[in-house]
C-alpha cells in the first residue's frame, strides 16, 4: 500500500497551464479508471475537483481536467488564477478494496 | 444544507481508545459508501477506512486493521470509527466523507476532529 508519487511542488504564472503528475503502479492507476483529485487550502478540508479519471463534479470549472496513461495520472489547470494556489493530491483505488493517495503536491501561482 | 459534522476527537494517552462520530445530514446517508481520512500535522492525506451503504462491507488500512473499528448506523445518519490501541502515529485530524457513487470520489467532507495520541 505505497503512496502514489507527485511532486511535491509546481508553480506558474497566472493565465498560463501546468500539470501535475501522479504515478502509481498497475495495482492501482494502472489497473482501474479510479483516480480522483483533490484540492486542499491551508486549514480547509479537500474538495474533489476531478473523479474517475476525467470526470468533473458539479460547480468545478472547467478549467480543472484530468487524464490518464499507463500507471500515471495528471490533473492540468489551465489560465491559472491566484485562488488556484493550494496542494493537491490524487487518489487510487488499489487492490485489495483500499484506496491510496499521493503525497501532494504545492500549487505557487508566482 | 448537505453537510457532515464529526465529533469525539481529543487528548488521549498511547494504548487508549476513542469513538469518532460523523453526523450526516442534507442527504440519504444510507445511499452512500462513507469513508475516514486523516491527515497528521503538516502531512498529506491518508485513507483509513471505508463502509458500504448496509455496513455490511468494511475495508481498512493495514496500519490500522486489528486496531480501528468503522460503523455506521443509518437510522441516526451516523458515521462512527471506534480507535483502541492507539499509538503516536494516530496523532491526526480526522475527515469523514461521503462516496460520491462508491467509486472514491469523495464530494462530501466534514471539518474534521483531531486526535492527539501523547502521554
Same mark, same amino acid.
Given at each position: $500500500? ?12 497566472? #493565465? $498560463?497551464?501546468? *500539470?501535475?503528475?501522479?504515478?502509481? *503502479?498497475?495495482?492501482?492507476? #494502472? ?7 483533490? $484540492? ?13 479519471? *476525467? ?14 496513461? #499507463? ?9 491559472? $488564477? ?8 490524487? *487518489? ?10 499521493? #503525497? ?7 | ?71 455506521? &448506523? ?15 502515529? &494516530? ?7 461521503? &462516496? ?6 469523495? &464530494? ?12
Amino acid at each position: $500500500q505505497s503512496a502514489l508519487t507527485q511532486p511535491a511542488s509546481v508553480s506558474g504564472s497566472p #493565465g $498560463q497551464s501546468i *500539470t501535475i503528475s501522479c504515478t502509481g *503502479t498497475s495495482s492501482d492507476i #494502472g489497473g482501474y479508471n479510479y483516480v480522483s483529485w483533490y $484540492q486542499q487550502h491551508p486549514g480547509k478540508a479537500p474538495k474533489l475537483m476531478i473523479y474517475e479519471v *476525467t470526470n468533473r463534479p458539479s460547480g468545478v470549472s472547467n478549467r480543472f481536467s484530468g487524464s490518464k496513461s #499507463g500507471n500515471t495520472a495528471s490533473l492540468s489547470i489551465s489560465g491559472l $488564477q491566484a485562488e488556484d494556489e493550494a496542494d493537491y493530491y490524487c *487518489t487510487s483505488y488499489a487492490s485489495s478494496n483500499i484506496w491510496v493517495f499521493g #503525497g501532494g503536491t504545492y500549487l505557487t501561482v508566482l | 444544507e448537505v453537510q457532515l459534522v464529526e465529533s469525539g476527537g481529543g487528548l488521549v494517552q498511547p494504548g487508549g481508545s476513542l469513538r469518532l462520530s460523523c453526523a450526516a445530514s442534507g442527504f440519504t446517508f444510507s445511499s452512500h459508501w462513507m469513508t475516514w481520512v486523516r491527515q497528521a500535522p503538516g502531512e498529506g492525506l491518508e485513507w483509513v477506512a471505508n463502509i458500504n451503504q448496509d455496513g455490511s462491507k468494511k475495508n481498512y488500512v493495514d496500519s490500522v486493521k486489528g486496531r480501528f473499528t468503522i460503523s455506521r &448506523d443509518n437510522a441516526k445518519n451516523s458515521l462512527y470509527l471506534q480507535m483502541n490501541s492507539l499509538g503516536v502515529e &494516530d496523532t491526526a485530524l480526522y475527515y469523514c466523507a461521503r &462516496d460520491l457513487a462508491g467509486v472514491g470520489a469523495l &464530494d462530501i467532507w466534514g471539518q474534521g476532529t483531531m486526535v492527539t495520541v501523547s502521554s
